[in-house]
């Protein structure tokens, strides 16, 4: 082992040690092993840095990013530390049995690598059709091994590091496995949604490691251990991804997947051992005249739906004071709700996997087209549309059905400015909070291990409508998944220079949350903490949603009287955002989870 693992070791475990004398609190800072940060805080979770930073979901992922950046790594060095982690910390949202999209600035050039989950070869656009020939209930769907893809995250954070990496690859993963050989205190959310899951405590595997012989779930504060997953991370640190795709913890994913009592999947060792991570070309849209947004292509649906919400404000009339007394006044919940109507329309209609599904006009951009959107934008008038409907940016009328609404959960978002100024936005998924609820321990027979994602269900359910048009992300073998993970990177159109790293989980929600984060800072000039903490609204195509207890009864009645139907909902963003400053990257992390930002 090497110098720089061993000290990460034991950097570590003396956190460790403090961890187990005073469990951490939800919103606590990290114990102080070493100088964590140059500067103080910043309205709770938001911390300034002079020189690097990483945001992520937990404050022990934060920690482990913050020590691979102080040895001298790499952002995606501190990506694959932090991921590796947020497996062991956050398990209910990502971790090595998913798939992220992660963008990569190297200060010359964006890159886009896509290690989204694929349907097994064997998987067909019947997979979520009942006996009767009718789409399964989504609770229905999702615990079990039907819904499980082959995940992506770990060959592709290979892939990235291949070509971005500065230290070993073994070295990353020591704090993830120190933490899971020695315990980690249980957070406050973590023990919440153990406490709100009743699928999770049935799996006989996850009601053994997350819950106590009686089946509470551990208190906050209790220190658990995971060494089924240190010993899976042991094996990919030594031999690769090749550990995880081959081999004896391959063929435990696949029997746990394909032997799941009453919903089994149908996934083989050939369908991981084919899976390859892609490298796409980002998309780059220029907005507000000095901003250049390069987000991720298709199959996400994220930076087309982001950025036609943006520049449809753009073009349409200005909504008068956007901000009153610091919070979203009703025009400006009401022009945005409008616009995300018209951006979710045309989602539901065209996006799908590129391998599968032609982009309208033959270019994805078409969505984005100034001519297009101004077009569209003479739809947002005074009074709310309700139910939009795709519109058509090229001469050829889409030959697809729009998808049906469905539900999408999950994810964790991680954004990282090294001290060369490279930069990483990732967003990590298992898709529904704790996914399918298979526990998966590499054969190892040891407690714990890592949970499956049940990402199948992002596809369609419906694979055509009632007149037999297909949709465009019904299921398909081998396929990509729609997704609306928007990790995002923001540059100076004048000289170049990166301005920003953002991105939040949310399900479908991630595009209104990452929406509202950039025009809150880059179009309103907040800084990333108060853009973040604003109340999350919006449409996703059906109701104006508002987050719960955040808006007062005058803007619930003036929303009404111009013809929205108003539902309150919880609204749970994540977001992780950096914004450089002349005084250095200024951080925020969510304050409705538990994410900090740490650097200097």
């Not at 919440?192 to 899951?197: E, G, I, K, S």
């Not at 391959?250 to 029997?255: H, I, K, Q, S, Y």
Request: hydrophobic content about 45%.
């Amino acid at each position: 082992m090497t110098r720089r693992a061993v000290a990460l070791l034991c950097a570590a475990a003396a956190w460790l040690t403090a961890a187990c004398t005073a469990p951490a609190r939800l919103g606590d800072a990290p114990p102080a092993v070493t100088p964590v940060a140059a500067s103080a805080r910043i309205d709770g979770n938001g911390r300034v840095a002079a020189q690097w930073a990483v945001a992520a979901a937990n404050p022990l992922a934060a920690e482990a990013g913050y020590r691979v950046l102080k040895a001298g790594g790499s952002a995606v060095d501190a990506a694959v530390a932090v991921q590796m982690v947020l497996t062991l910390v956050e398990p209910q949202s990502s971790g090595i049995g998913g798939g992220a999209f992660l963008l990569h600035w190297d200060g010359r050039r964006v890159e886009a690598f896509d290690g989204r989950e694929t349907a097994p070869a064997a998987a067909d656009e019947r997979l979520f059709l009942g006996d009767d020939g009718q789409p399964m209930p989504f609770a229905a769907a999702v615990t079990g091994g039907r819904a499980v893809g082959v995940p992506g995250t770990v060959r592709m954070l290979e892939l990235v590091h291949r070509q971005h990496g500065r230290l070993p690859w073994a070295e990353l993963f020591a704090p993830a496995i120190a933490w899971a050989e020695h315990g980690f205190a249980v957070s406050a959310r973590l023990h919440a949604q153990l406490a709100a899951d009743a699928a999770l405590r049935r799996q006989p595997a996850a009601a053994a490691y997350f819950y106590d012989p009686q089946g509470r779930p551990w208190p906050v504060g209790h220190v658990l251990k995971n060494p089924a997953l240190a010993a899976v991370l042991r094996a990919i640190a030594r031999h690769g991804s090749a550990a995880l795709y081959s081999g004896p913890i391959a063929r435990d994913l696949v029997r746990r997947v394909n032997s799941f009592p009453g919903n089994p999947g149908r996934m083989t060792t050939s369908d991981l051992a084919a899976y390859r991570p892609l490298r796409r070309e980002a998309i780059c849209t220029d907005w507000l005249a000095v901003y250049r947004v390069c987000g991720f292509p298709p199959p996400s649906s994220g930076h087309l739906a982001v950025m036609q919400i943006l520049k449809l404000l753009e073009v349409a009339p200005p909504p008068g004071p956007p901000l009153l007394d610091g919070a979203p006044g009703v025009e400006l919940v009401h022009q945005f709700s409008e616009a995300a109507r018209l951006a979710f329309a045309d989602r539901a209609l065209y996006v799908g996997d590129p391998a599968f599904v032609a982009p309208p006009a033959g270019d994805w951009r078409s969505l984005l087209a100034v001519p297009y959107l101004r077009e569209r934008a003479a739809l947002i008038g005074a009074r709310s549309m309700g139910k939009a409907q795709a519109g058509a940016p090229g001469p050829v009328r889409a030959a697809h059905a729009p998808q049906l609404e469905q539900p999408e959960h999950g994810t964790s978002h991680v954004s990282i400015v090294d001290a060369q100024g490279h930069a990483i936005a990732m967003t990590t998924t298992i898709e529904a909070v704790w996914g399918s609820r298979i526990l998966a321990d590499g054969g190892t027979g040891l407690s714990g291990g890592y949970l499956l994602n049940n990402e199948l269900t992002d596809f369609s359910f419906a694979p055509a409508d009632a007149e037999g048009r297909p949709v465009a992300n019904r299921v398909q073998p081998g396929k990509r998944p729609r997704s609306s993970m928007s990790p995002t990177l923001v540059f100076d159109r004048r000289d170049g220079s990166l301005l920003m790293s953002a991105g939040s989980p949310g399900g479908a929600a991630i595009i209104l949350y990452t929406a509202k984060t950039l025009l809150a800072t880059l179009g309103y000039g907040l800084d990333p903490q108060r853009a973040i903490a604003l109340p999350n609204f919006g449409s996703q195509n059906g109701p104006t949603l508002l987050e719960r207890g955040r808006f007062g009864p005058a803007l619930v009645e003036a929303l009404r009287a111009r013809g929205h139907v108003v539902q309150e909902a919880p609204l749970v963003s994540g977001v992780q955002a950096l914004r450089h400053t002349p005084a250095g990257w200024a951080g925020g992390a969510d304050p409705r989870r538990e994410g900090i930002v740490l650097g200097e």
